[in-house]
């Protein structure tokens, strides 16, 4: 017997022939013993395996399955909210540097001079406000990224 | 309207809801598959919590436009692959022999097979390799067509055909060599 026809009967016992295929594996096996005595025993084999008996998992290992997937789902819920409230921390530093320069514009000119007030202290403390203001944006954007490369790592 | 794509829209929200509902229809089958294609009960348990795991955290990339269970076997698939070549880095399918091959008593499955349907069947089948573990335990108990059998695979048709008669022959091979005559009845 070639190889064919055992792959052809092998498949046939499986159930993974084409309907074409098939038609042809039961029309030879009516006309030769030697095929059908081999298709049997693929078909044994076959039945054999399909017996197997049903496996399923343990309450206990479902349940710490469950339970696992649960503290995942929280923790990513948190390090969303926690990186959305780091965005926002990081626009609102950034916008008030810039509407910090517009203050500090404002109150060192025009507006200085017809309040006729100091201008040389106003500008020190708004430029140390601005300074503040644009290392806390640094930062929280420093530490925006490293946790993006930390989940991107750990995802 | 398919369950598994409303139960997985709701675990994309983060409702654990849909989770336990995607859990009760496939758990089965998916410890049966992974404990075939591991042969290690701890192996598998582990594997299946891992493959979980993977699905809450990447549920995002999961396309609601086609079925849910190929996508699922997928990530299960590929964590029991990268196990298996972390375990025997060389090729998980071309040495006829595994170096240490798993015994009826270490296999539940094999155990199993063996109080059922006798030991020898339970032997040989637990000494295929890895993948040829696969192809049976998707086509015969999951009881997979042809198509959705390479779609799990990841693999053509006529590719599917052709590694599901390979384990079939080797499996075959085994018996015979063992007992000639009567070897699964």
Same mark, same amino acid.
């Given at each position: 017997?070639?190889?064919?026809?055992?792959?052809?009967?092998?498949?046939?016992?499986?159930?993974?022939?084409?309907?074409?295929?098939?038609?042809?594996?039961?029309?030879?096996? =009516?006309?030769?013993?030697?095929?059908?005595?081999?298709?049997?025993?693929?078909?044994?084999?076959?039945?054999?395996?399909?017996?197997?008996?049903?496996?399923?998992?343990?309450?206990?290992?479902?349940?710490?399955?469950?339970?696992?997937?649960?503290? =995942?789902?929280?923790?990513?819920?948190?390090?969303?909210?926690? =990186?959305?409230?780091?965005?926002?921390?990081?626009?609102?530093?950034?916008?008030?540097?810039?509407?910090?320069?517009?203050?500090?514009?404002?109150?060192?000119?025009?507006?200085?001079?017809?309040?006729?007030?100091?201008? @040389?202290?106003?500008?020190?403390?708004?430029?140390?406000?601005?300074?503040?203001?644009?290392?806390?944006? @640094?930062?929280?954007?420093?530490?925006?990224?490293?946790?993006?490369?930390?989940? @991107?790592?750990?995802? | 309207?398919?369950?598994?794509?409303?139960?997985?829209?709701?675990?994309?929200? *983060?409702?654990?809801?849909?989770?336990?509902?995607?859990?009760?229809?496939?758990?089965?089958?998916?410890?049966? /598959?992974?404990?075939?294609?591991?042969?290690?009960?701890?192996?598998?348990?582990?594997?299946?919590?891992?493959?979980?795991?993977?699905?809450?955290?990447?549920? *995002?990339? /999961?396309?609601? $436009?086609?079925?849910?269970?190929?996508?699922?076997?997928?990530?299960?698939?590929?964590?029991?692959?990268?196990?298996?070549?972390?375990?025997?880095?060389? $090729?998980?399918?071309?040495?006829?022999?595994?170096?240490?091959?798993?015994?009826?008593?270490?296999?539940?499955?094999?155990?199993?097979?063996?109080?059922?349907? *006798?030991? !020898?069947?339970?032997?040989?089948?637990?000494?295929?390799?890895?993948?040829? !573990?696969?192809?049976? $335990?998707?086509?015969?108990?999951?009881?997979?067509?042809?198509?959705?059998?390479?779609?799990?695979?990841?693999?053509?048709?006529?590719?599917?055909?052709?590694?599901? /008669?390979?384990?079939?022959?080797?499996? !075959?091979?085994?018996?015979?060599?063992?007992?000639?005559?009567?070897?699964?009845?």
């Amino acid at each position: 017997m070639s190889g064919h026809v055992a792959e052809l009967l092998a498949l046939a016992a499986a159930g993974a022939l084409d309907p074409s295929e098939a038609a042809r594996v039961e029309a030879h096996l =009516r006309e030769c013993a030697a095929c059908a005595a081999e298709a049997a025993e693929w078909r044994r084999l076959a039945e054999g395996l399909e017996r197997m008996p049903p496996l399923r998992p343990s309450h206990a290992l479902v349940a710490r399955t469950v339970e696992a997937v649960e503290e =995942r789902l929280a923790e990513r819920s948190e390090r969303a909210w926690n =990186r959305a409230a780091l965005g926002f921390a990081v626009a609102f530093a950034w916008t008030m540097a810039v509407v910090s320069w517009l203050l500090l514009d404002l109150l060192t000119g025009e507006l200085a001079l017809r309040l006729d007030r100091p201008v @040389g202290p106003t500008a020190a403390w708004y430029a140390a406000y601005v300074i503040a203001g644009w290392l806390t944006a @640094g930062a929280a954007a420093v530490l925006l990224g490293r946790r993006t490369q930390e989940e @991107g790592r750990i995802a | 309207m398919d369950p598994d794509r409303d139960d997985a829209a709701r675990l994309r929200r *983060g409702d654990t809801a849909g989770l336990a509902e995607l859990m009760d229809r496939h758990q089965d089958r998916l410890f049966r /598959y992974l404990l075939r294609l591991l042969g290690d009960e701890a192996v598998a348990e582990d594997a299946f919590q891992q493959t979980w795991l993977q699905v809450a955290e990447r549920i *995002g990339r /999961y396309d609601r $436009s086609r079925p849910f269970a190929p996508w699922l076997f997928a990530v299960a698939r590929n964590l029991a692959l990268d196990h298996l070549r972390r375990r025997r880095p060389e $090729s998980l399918d071309e040495h006829p022999e595994p170096e240490a091959p798993v015994t009826p008593e270490a296999d539940p499955f094999a155990r199993a097979v063996a109080r059922q349907q *006798g030991a !020898r069947l339970a032997d040989a089948v637990a000494g295929l390799q890895p993948l040829d !573990r696969e192809v049976l $335990s998707l086509r015969f108990e999951e009881d997979l067509a042809l198509p959705q059998l390479a779609e799990t695979l990841g693999v053509p048709i006529p590719t599917a055909k052709a590694r599901l /008669y390979r384990a079939l022959a080797r499996l !075959r091979e085994r018996l015979l060599a063992r007992a000639p005559a009567e070897a699964w009845r």
